[in-house]
């Protein structure tokens, strides 16, 4: 967040402040310019006027988003989109899989049953979607489903998280099952989380440096360019 707040900043600097001024230097000259510097320039005149509108929508779509999360199908609806981001989908999955399992052995071993221990971990998921599988799990195993054939089938947990539940409920040890699929998916949280910052870091630095690259060498192309007047 730091790099893509200071690499925008760079960014509205170079076409908000340094290219309007070396617009009016060149206009000046009465010199034509190079194609590259004419395209950049009427980027940055674009963006010279309509930075008040993007702004203006950009706000709008915001709280249009906040209150659209704030009600509870919204929350649902927007929480299952994010499952199926790339990258996304996978970190929060994990990331709801080791929370509820964490709760579920936890209170398994505290002796609260199955049933009521899924409504329960289903809000400490943190994730409206994952809650909402986790609970339709419950009512099947109300109506006389096994537990790892609920979770599975309602996809309330990773694949990994169920076949580890499976073994514990055909062994007896479903609580201590619970506890290292939650410590496996926090791992794998942690993992996932890790390595996509790896790779987002890098593509800002490229992303920022290949913009600022671009404005510099149209700038630098213009000014070359330049004959002096006799």
């Known amino acids: ?17 340094v290219l309007p001024r070396f617009a009016d230097l060149l206009t000046d000259t009465g010199q034509s310019l190079p194609t590259t510097t004419r395209l950049v320039l009427g980027v940055g005149s674009v963006l010279e006027w309509a930075w008040i509108p993007a702004l203006t929508g950009a706000v709008a ?3 249009s988003w906040q209150v659209w999360v704030t009600r509870p199908t919204g929350r649902l609806q927007w929480h299952r989109l994010l499952l199926i981001v790339p990258t996304v989908g996978p970190l929060r999955r994990s990331s709801a899989t080791a929370a509820a399992c964490s ?11 199955i049933v009521r221990a899924l409504h329960l971990a289903a809000d400490a998921t943190g994730d409206a979607a ?6 339709d799990a419950a009512n ?19 694949p990994a998280a169920v076949r580890m539940v499976r073994a514990g409920e055909e062994s007896g040890q479903l609580a201590g ?8 998916e926090s791992r794998q949280a942690l993992q996932r989380l890790q390595r996509s910052i790896r790779v987002i870091e890098p593509a800002l630095i490229l992303l920022f440096g ?5 404005v510099a060498a149209a700038m630098l192309q213009a000014m070359y ?3 002096p007047s006799f």
Do not use: Q, W, Y
């Open 177 to 184: 099952m619970f506890a290292h699929a939650a410590r496996i």
């Open 103 to 113: 709760v579920l052995a936890a209170l398994l071993e505290s002796g609260v049953p």
């Open 1 to 17: 967040m730091l790099l893509g707040v200071a690499g925008s900043a760079s960014i509205v600097l170079l076409l908000g402040v």
């Open 130 to 135: 994952a809650a909402a599988a986790l609970t």
């Open 225 to 227: 360019g330049l004959r």
């Open 61 to 63: 779509t915001i709280v």
């Open 210 to 214: 290949g913009l600022v690259m671009v």
């Open 140 to 158: 099947r195993i109300e109506i006389g489903d096994r537990v790892a054939t609920a979770l599975e089938a309602e996809g309330a947990l990773t």
